[in-house]
């Protein structure tokens, strides 16, 4: 049972127990701000239920100290939440393969449990992406491809006349960047194939502009890959408000820290930005 009594983890009614499928919530950990361990520690012990993975954004571990780095996912580990790299990998790619696989090695005996590959970063021949993802397998870790859909902003609708979520594509296109997303989702559907456990959805352009969310795009995707197979960034407590609502608990969301307790409100209780109905009841009573 639950040490959260507002909170179940039925399956027909939210989400199962950790180890999740779907309804995953990855947090960004050390990129934008400086985390400490302790406030790492204070995150874990206080939400790790609603805590699924921890992502080293942007390199960040390669700036710090290996201590520091292995101390922080064993403290992870502690509490059932899974560590990945982060798009970092693509840049060891660029010395050759066997720094890739030596990058891996060390991976592996640091304890992370998930290599990101930024595809976009890569640039590298379809089968090349494969033999990557076969790579990070093999070597005992899980793969998750990071993809990202990019559009002219010219097609994106001034706000404040649109409902959130409300996108119509402009017919014409007013320019001639097309986004070739049925590519994408078969270069996806490939990793999926080769091994890969998850795909990311970097969502920055696509959600970025809260008042006109590509929200033909993610459909297509979701309905395409699946939603248990898919991951998004939500780069604010908007978007990811949008998504539940749209997908409902089930979708998996990356989020900054400071999110995630908004996030599982929502996941939980189908709120909106305004929780009163919960922080006003006795649910919170141990």
Not at 123 to 130: G, R
Request: with cysteine; hydrophobic share 35%.
């Amino acid at each position: 049972m639950s040490a959260y009594r507002w909170k179940n983890f039925h399956e027909d009614e939210d989400r199962p127990e950790k180890p999740r499928r779907f309804g995953v919530t990855e947090m960004r950990g050390p990129h934008y701000t400086l985390l400490s361990q302790n406030l790492l520690q204070d995150i874990f012990e206080s939400m790790g239920q609603f805590v699924d993975g921890l992502k080293f954004s942007g390199g960040s571990h390669s700036l710090m100290p290996k201590s520091f780095v292995k101390e922080v996912i064993d403290m992870a580990h502690q509490h059932d939440i899974y560590v990945s790299t982060g798009d970092w990998a693509e840049h060891l790619l660029r010395k050759g393969p066997s720094a890739f696989s030596q990058y891996l090695e060390e991976c592996k005996q640091m304890g992370f449990d998930t290599v990101e590959l930024n595809v976009g970063s890569l640039n590298v021949p379809e089968e090349s992406l494969l033999s990557f993802v076969r790579l990070i397998k093999s070597g005992g870790l899980k793969a998750k491809p990071q993809f990202a859909v990019k559009f002219n902003k010219s097609d994106v609708p001034v706000g404040g006349d649109r409902a959130f979520g409300a996108y119509i594509v402009p017919t014409p296109r007013s320019s001639e960047f097309v986004e070739d997303v049925d590519l994408l989702i078969r270069r996806a559907e490939r990793c999926l194939e080769a091994g890969a456990d998850m795909i990311m959805i970097d969502s920055d352009d696509i959600c970025k502009h809260v008042d006109a969310v590509r929200a033909d795009i993610i459909a297509k995707i979701i309905g395409r890959l699946g939603i248990e197979r898919t991951m998004f960034e939500a780069s604010n407590p908007r978007t990811s408000e949008w998504f539940v609502k749209q997908y409902g608990p089930r979708v998996n969301l990356f989020v900054n820290h400071s999110d995630v307790m908004d996030l599982e409100c929502l996941r939980g209780r189908s709120l909106g930005k305004n929780h009163s109905s919960v922080l006003g009841s006795s649910y919170f009573l141990f």
